[in-house]
């Protein structure tokens, strides 16, 4: 096996996962991984199988949702257009943003939708040239939830927002603009949270992490990274970070920012990561955005 990792952190690629997959499906790009409360792993992927379900060892166990992504001529008829981020709550429903149908949805295990944010169909441009007071949705990339149920999504590829919701989906405040200072940014690609609740914004043009309280508050910035696009907070206190430039690859730190493990590169089974999760074990699983026939995965990495 592939041993990836530095310093006391390291992983073995198992390059048989999944072992379950059903005859004739792929994943195709495979934009969004999460791991449940019962370590049943979610892939949000663009294609015709948009969300399928797995064990830890890669069985399959089901799939929900309809793709419109793929025929132009049916694009407003089905669940999910162009399927980019995936949440676990803290009761295991399912939070998921889609950038071409500019909502995020709520939904119970099985798929059953308990509710939407936003407008489908519908982008609502932002009324300034510096990408700020952009109501809620163009383009939403990311969502979290809080420990008080609120609902925090990154807006996004076209407004530069991140829009707190109350848990009844209410909207409750709006911040963030254009620019390279705090607080501004290039493109929330995504948002992830640690336990303190602070946020973690893919700040991925700018090539950092930003550092957030919930209100907008500048706290930190990292920026030994490259292009970064997701985040796992794990079950060891660690913040995981997809990076998207050359060479992608997975960074962890601390969060006070201090790299402890890293792997980039092709040679480490890598090609073009988009998004991070880890099950109970501490093992993680990547989702994968690359070239038709090697490149559409997701890969997992077992803790050693």
Known sequence: ?????TGDLKFELDPDWPRGMPEGWEFT??????????????VFSRGVHPITMWNTDGDFITSWGEASCLDPADRYNGTFRDPHGIFVGPDDSIWLTDTQTHTVTKHTRLGEKLMELGRRD????????????????????????????????????????????????ELVSSWGRAGQGPGEFGMLHNIGIDNVGRIYIADRPNSRVQVLEQDGTFVTEWTDVINPGAFWYGHDGLMYVVEQGQPTGIS??????????????????????????????????????????HGQRVRKYVRR
Do not use: K
């Open 1 to 5: 096996m592939t041993t990836v990792g």
């Open 29 to 42: 790009l495979a934009s969004g991984v999460a791991v449940n409360s019962h370590d049943e792993v979610y």
């Open 122 to 169: 519908y982008a609502n441009v932002a009324v300034s040239q510096t990408g700020d007071h952009g109501l809620p949705f163009n383009m939403p990339s990311g969502v979290v939830v809080n420990d008080v149920g609120q609902i925090l999504v990154s807006d996004g590829y076209a407004n530069r927002n991140v829009h707190t919701f109350s848990a009844d989906g």
């Open 252 to 293: 962890v730190f601390t969060l006070d920012g201090e790299l402890v493990s890293r792997w980039r590169g092709p040679e480490n089974g890598m090609e073009a990561p988009h998004d991070i999760c880890g099950d109970s074990n501490g093992d993680l699983y990547v989702a994968e955005i690359g070239l038709i026939g």
